[in-house]
């Protein structure tokens, strides 16, 4: 037995597209629940885009597809209905507001914290939505929450 080509065999199951629904219904919801290969995901329909991130929130687990998008510095973000973290939808960085306590008249800039929550592709086919997962080396924040206990979509079994 072969246990390279074994282990190249799951990592290309792992990261092959997996359809999570039709086109026409996540126009209407705006966005839409999956799990990806084990890893549940969100995925929005926002001013003709469409995005797959985590669906905890890098935070503390916060359930992502609850929350409310915003424009922040001219970036869509979903905002975590649990503790108000903005997240990009493009690039999964999370925002936050700073100023310089050292200038009186300095305003709020918004800046970023670096990549937080992982965010995967989404493709379109035929109607059919297709998210394929990060194949990123990196680890990023979300990791912790996209399995095991933290689950939120149920299984039908």
Partial sequence: MDLDGSEQDLEVKEYSPVCVGREDDIKKSKRMTAVVHDREVVI???????HAMDIRCYHSGGPLHLGEIEEFDGR?????????????????????????????SAKPEWCSKGVKQRIHTVTVDNGNIYVTLSKEPFKCDSDFYATGDFKVIQSSF
């Fill in 44 to 50: 929005f329909y926002h001013k003709g885009e469409y």
């Fill in 76 to 104: 869509p973000c979903i905002v975590c209905p649990w503790h108000k973290y903005k997240i990009t939808l493009a690039t999964g960085e999370g925002l936050y507001q700073s100023i310089n306590p050292r200038d009186p």
